[in-house]
């Protein structure tokens, strides 16, 4: 198994969700070698909850960490999660060619799931 995906289940625990049950978790890898993981942790303003992927990359980012290289998302479902709308935006704002493993069933890029993204190009 993929370590990013062993590190994900292993946060599954951690999620904070008595509102849905359902236990997201994210790891990713920067190329510093650190993994930073993140879990799902709601909010009973619903509105305010906030995404495993989304966690997992404010802490590696908020560390200085930029430069992800690898990541990975399980659900406690056990079927292959796809990132919300939301969170691939987030994750594609530091390098769309990173690979983002879905479960253990698929591998794909940032861009691949974010097709015409908005992209910081734009600025330049
Ligand atoms: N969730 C994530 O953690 N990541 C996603 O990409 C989609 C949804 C969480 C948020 C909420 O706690 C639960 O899944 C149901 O939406």
């Not at 999620?15 to 236990?23: D, F, H, K, V, W």
């Not at 995404?51 to 406690?76: H, L, T, Y």
């Amino acid at each position: 198994m993929n370590f990013l995906i062993e590190a994900a289940t292993k946060s599954l625990k951690k999620a904070y969700n008595p509102y849905s049950g359902l236990s997201v978790g994210c790891a990713l890898k920067t190329s510093s070698g650190k993994i930073y993981d993140g879990v799902n942790i709601e909010n009973s303003v619903f509105g305010l909850t906030m995404c495993a992927e989304r966690v997992a990359v404010f802490k590696a980012v908020s560390e200085g960490n930029v430069d992800i290289e690898e990541i990975a998302v399980v659900a406690s479902t056990g079927k292959p999660i796809y990132p919300c709308g939301a969170c691939r935006q987030v994750l594609f704002e530091f390098n769309p060619k990173t690979k983002i493993h879905l479960s253990d069933e698929k591998i794909l890029t940032l861009l691949e799931i974010l097709p015409f993204a908005f992209s910081k190009d734009v600025f330049e």
